[in-house]
């Protein structure tokens, strides 16, 4: 089944600095999502990006899908010690297929 | 409050004991679905359901089995656990009209000895 990969696999940076997170996946799509999820807890959906889009925003976050590349970035701004956590890309197949998530980023915000 | 909710959080249990981790919902949702997330793994799919009598295998379906019999409901039953199956589990639902966000439940860690 068709897998996103994230990359890097894990990510330290100082607060204030901004992270960038890629998400790289190997079939055509229908959307592409990014979730985050706190240590031992349950995802967080954050953003929706679908194939026919190329950015999208939502606060401090914004994200980017190049379906040439089979490739999407996130980008969190201003990072906050709050932001450490582990990121997920999804992706789903066009109709009513599964999503399939990738392996994660492990995100740290030093304060 | 829109949630899901998973029952047992936390369960330890021995080899060959049958065991049901409960999954519900509350937004009226047609698809759910099973993950195990296991260090280093990521979260592989186990079982989804499209809709109520309407199931079907995901990544890791073997030594489990599912049922939905309600549109709220979706347990995931371990016939014959063994310590393979030591992982935290995660239900989710989505709705197909709002693009397969997923909504996902707090977790179940469960310990197989």
């Known amino acids: 089944s068709q897998q996103g990969e994230e990359d890097p696999q894990a990510l330290s940076i100082q607060e204030g600095e901004n992270a960038t997170m890629n998400c790289s996946y190997k079939t055509s799509i229908n959307n592409l999502q990014w979730y985050r999820q706190n240590s031992g807890r349950g995802l967080v959906h954050l953003i929706l990006i679908r194939s026919n889009e190329r950015e999208k925003h939502s606060g401090r976050l914004r994200v980017t899908l190049d379906t040439s590349k089979k490739s999407s970035s996130l980008l969190i701004t201003a990072s906050r010690a709050a932001d450490t956590a582990s990121y997920f890309c999804?992706?789903?197949?066009?109709?009513?297929?599964?999503?399939?998530f990738g392996k994660g980023t492990r995100l740290s915000v030093i304060a | 409050e829109a949630q899901v909710t998973q029952n047992p959080r936390y369960l330890i249990t021995v080899t060959g004991k049958k065991l049901t981790v409960t999954c519900s919902q509350n937004?009226?949702?047609?698809?759910m679905s099973w993950y195990r997330q296991d260090p280093g793994l990521g979260l592989r799919q186990i079982y989804y359901?499209?809709?109520?009598?309407?199931?079907d295998k995901g990544d890791v379906p073997e030594g489990y089995k599912v049922s939905r019999k309600e549109k709220r409901n979706f347990p995931l039953i371990l016939e014959s656990p063994s310590p393979n199956q030591t992982s935290l589990y995660f239900c989710?639902?989505?709705?197909?009209?709002?693009?397969?966000?997923?909504?996902f439940g707090p977790g179940t860690r469960l310990t197989v000895t």
């Open positions: 359901s499209m809709n109520v009598e309407v199931t």
């Open positions: 937004m009226n949702h047609e698809y």
């Open positions: 999804a992706t789903t197949n066009s109709g009513n297929t599964p999503l399939v």
């Open positions: 989710a639902s989505s709705s197909f009209q709002g693009g397969y966000e997923q909504y």
